[in-house]
């Protein structure tokens, strides 16, 4: 974990090529109000598109890392945690747009039952209706 001020939560944004998309995302997380604390990371997978000075002109707050090149996304995410002053992780994608309540109602549940060793919010398609993102668990078949 990252030195300094413990935190409620920690994002962390995995984004390569994606400015648009990502500002949405920022946007929607900076525009919820919460009653947490938080900070956001975006690792950037070598972005060739202006993600990287849009992150650095529109939302300095922003922890970012800047790689060279696309090291995926799992390595991407991996890079973020360790610098992470949060209690709790949350990998967000940055098609992303967080609605209002959804940090406090994470951070709440987690509080709440200790007992648990992930939560997740549900997710939405644009028309609000319930995308499924979860699948059976991986076997040798499968």
Known sequence: MGSGVILDLTIVIVNWNTSELLFQCLNSIYSTSTR???EVI????GSRDDSVSMLENK???VILIKNAQ???FAHAN???LPIARGRYFLLLN???IVLPNVFDMLVQTADEHP???AVGPEILNLDGTVQESWASFPS???
């Not at 975006?42 to 997978?45: A, E, H, I, L, R």
């Open 70 to 72: 696309n090291f995926g």
């Open 36 to 38: 947490f604390s938080f």
């Open 42 to 45: 975006v690792v950037d997978n």
């Open 140 to 142: 040798i078949l499968s």
């Open 59 to 61: 939302f300095p707050a």
């Open 78 to 80: 991996n890079q973020g």
């Open 115 to 117: 007992e648990l060793g």
């Open 94 to 96: 940055s098609d992303t």
